[in-house]
């Protein structure tokens, strides 16, 4: 049973314009919210977080939104350049295991110039 | 600053063989540490993680294990190695249980089976 997913194998953006990427959870007891960027051979890179008792959270060009209601939430990254081009993981973990994330299957963004 | 250094970057091992990966984490004292596993087209699957030396615990059965010497060392293994084995394995650190504590990963060991 995947509790985190990400439905959009990949996703193709101008660079300049705005890239979304979005991630659906199933676990209502998630609380936390987390967005990686990896990059090929490399490991995930930490990117922004949100709680769940906040629906935005910005970080220069990246803003993450949270829906509790729809168990949604999005990556906003404006403007897109071509090193964002990347796989994007959502990550989410709950209460009581703290230390477990939960990841989604990833989206890879390309940002073209 | 923290760091996390894993080795080798990639490894190519026959059916059989067994199988040690390292991973160490500078910078840091009493770190949680996690090894994680990205199979072709899937997402990241937690294999273990320990938040203290001695202290495993295991997410998925399967043909591994793995150990935590020292406090800042956590070491992937296996005495045989199975086709199914081959992935792409990240170690990761994070800080003692906070809520929504990001982990911070290494560069990852790129593990082929032949």
């Known amino acids: 049973d995947q509790q985190v997913k990400q439905n959009s194998p990949s996703l193709s953006v101008q660079e300049g314009r705005i890239s979304i990427l979005n991630c659906d959870y199933t676990n209502s007891m998630f609380d936390y919210f987390l967005w990686y960027k990896k990059y090929p051979a490399e490991g995930p890179t930490f990117l922004i977080s949100?709680?769940?008792?906040?629906d935005k959270n910005e970080d220069g060009r990246f803003t993450v939104f949270l829906n509790k209601s729809a168990k949604h939430l999005s990556l906003h990254i404006v403007p897109s350049q071509p090193g964002d081009s990347a796989v994007y993981f959502c990550a989410a973990s709950g209460r009581g295991s703290n230390y477990k994330l939960t990841f989604g299957k990833g989206t890879l963004l390309t940002v073209n110039p | 600053s923290q760091t996390i250094h894993q080795w080798p970057a990639t490894l190519v091992q026959p059916v059989g063989s067994p199988l040690s990966l390292e991973c160490t984490v500078e910078?840091?004292?009493?770190?949680?540490l996690y090894w994680y596993r990205q199979a072709a087209g899937r997402g990241l699957q937690l294999l273990f993680y320990s938040v203290g030396i001695g202290q495993i615990s295991s997410e998925v059965p399967q043909n591994l294990s793995a150990s935590r010497p020292q406090d800042r060392q956590f070491i992937l293994s296996s005495k045989k190695l199975l086709l199914s084995d081959s992935g792409f394995y990240l170690c990761?650190?994070?800080?003692?249980?906070?809520?929504?504590?990001?982990?911070?990963f290494g560069d990852g060991t790129r593990l082929s089976i032949l």
């Open positions: 949100i709680s769940s008792i906040k």
């Open positions: 910078g840091t004292s009493n770190p949680n």
């Open positions: 990761a650190w994070s800080v003692q249980p906070v809520a929504g504590q990001p982990q911070h």
